[in-house]
Structure formats: structure tokens, C-alpha cells
């Protein structure tokens, strides 16, 4: 079975840094993308980035660019988002999904790409 597990998550003040890994099993961890999305009360699911693990191609959305950055240790099966100068408004539940898709560009971003999701880790931003 595939699985993915999201952990890392907590309560910080706004300017502090989290990282969050995500641990996959039961695929070749090599051969698919795992994108981080997060969902707010009230909100849609938005996509915050993304790697393509066949050449390491990263993706991140415009609110996080320069903030965040993923990256994944092979030999660990896991990807790690870590997120720096945070603020209130990346308050969320964080999921790690995987899925198999061709176009990254017009695919990391969207929910409906990947086709298996970890529980969520709770990531709450204090003013």
C-alpha cells in the first residue's frame, strides 16, 4: 500500500521556521512527484510546492517563493518542506500527496493530480 506520512507541524510566532517532512512507502519512491498542499478553515486546498523526483525540478507557489523550500532524501524515502519567515496567513493543516502526472506546469498545483494523500499536519502561525 502506498502511504504517506506528514509530521513537523506546531504552533510558532510570525518570522519563525518550521520543517515538515513527508516519509512515503509502498512505491519507487524515485519515480513520482510529491507535492505539499494546505488547507485553511473555510478554504480550498492550495498547492504550496511541489518536486518532480526524476530531476529534482522544484515548484513552489507565488505566497511561498522565497520563504519555503523542498527537498527529499532518497535514502530516507522523504521530502521536507521548510518553511522559514512564516506568517499568520500559512496558518493550515499541511498534506504531502503523490501522483503520477506529465505536464508539472499545469499539474503540481492541482489537487485532483495526485491520487494519494498522507494525513495532514497542523501548522498554525501566532501574530
Known amino acids: 500500500d502506498v502511504q504517506l506520512q506528514a509530521s513537523g507541524g506546531g504552533l510558532v510566532q510570525a518570522g519563525g521556521s518550521l520543517r515538515l517532512s513527508c516519509v512515503a512507502s509502498g512505491f519507487t519512491f524515485d519515480d513520482y512527484p510529491i507535492g505539499w498542499f494546505r488547507q485553511a478553515p473555510g478554504k480550498e486546498r492550495e498547492g504550496v510546492s511541489c518536486i518532480n523526483r526524476s530531476d529534482g525540478s522544484t515548484y513552489y507557489a507565488d505566497s511561498v517563493k522565497g520563504r519555503f523550500t523542498i527537498s527529499s532524501d532518497n535514502a530516507k524515502n522523504t521530502v521536507y518542506l521548510q518553511m522559514n519567515s512564516l506568517k499568520p496567513e500559512d496558518t493550515a493543516v499541511y498534506y504531502c500527496?503523490?501522483?503520477?502526472?506529465?505536464?508539472?506546469?499545469?499539474?503540481?498545483?492541482?489537487?485532483?493530480?495526485?491520487?494519494?494523500w498522507g494525513r495532514g499536519t497542523q501548522v498554525t502561525v501566532s501574530s
Open positions: 500527496a503523490s501522483g503520477f502526472f506529465l505536464n508539472y506546469d499545469r499539474s503540481w498545483y492541482l489537487a485532483e493530480s495526485f491520487g494519494y
